[in-house]
C-alpha cells in the first residue's frame, strides 16, 4: 500500500499565495506520476497540476501562470505552489499518485484532502 500525507492548505486573502506538500511512502516501487486534484462545493474533481516521472508537468487552464507544481524524486514528495490566488481556488485539494506497488502492479492512491479557503 501507499499512504499520501498532505499539508499546507489553510485561509488567505485573495491574491495570496499558499504551498501545499504531499509525501508518498509505503510500498512503492516506483512513481508514474503525481499531482493534485480540488473539488469544490457542488462541482466534480478537477486535475489542478500533475507531473509525470518524466518531469512532464500539465495544468489547468484556469491555474496556468499563477500555480507550478515540482516534485522531489528522493523523497517522493510533491509541492504545489499557488500564487496570486483567487476565491474562485477555493476547494478541498486532494493528492494524487500513480505508482507501480510491484514490479507489475500499478495502482492510483489519494491523499485525505485539505482545504484551501480564499477569502477576504
Known amino acids: 500500500q501507499v499512504q499520501l500525507v498532505e499539508s499546507g492548505g489553510g485561509l488567505v486573502q485573495p491574491g495570496g499565495s499558499l504551498t501545499l506538500s504531499c509525501a508518498a511512502s509505503g510500498s512503492i516501487f516506483s512513481i508514474v506520476s503525481m499531482g493534485w486534484y480540488r473539488q469544490a462545493p457542488g462541482k466534480q474533481r478537477e486535475l489542478v497540476a500533475s507531473v509525470t516521472s518524466g518531469h512532464n508537468t500539465d495544468y489547468a487552464d484556469s491555474v496556468k501562470g499563477r500555480f507550478t507544481i515540482s516534485r522531489n524524486r528522493p523523497e517522493n514528495t510533491v509541492l504545489l505552489q499557488m500564487n496570486s490566488l483567487e476565491p474562485e481556488d477555493t476547494a478541498v485539494y486532494y493528492c494524487?499518485?500513480?505508482?507501480?506497488?510491484?514490479?507489475?502492479?500499478?495502482?492510483?492512491?489519494w491523499g485525505q484532502g485539505t482545504q484551501v479557503t480564499v477569502s477576504s
Open positions: 494524487n499518485v500513480r505508482a507501480y506497488y510491484s514490479a507489475h502492479n500499478w495502482d492510483e492512491f
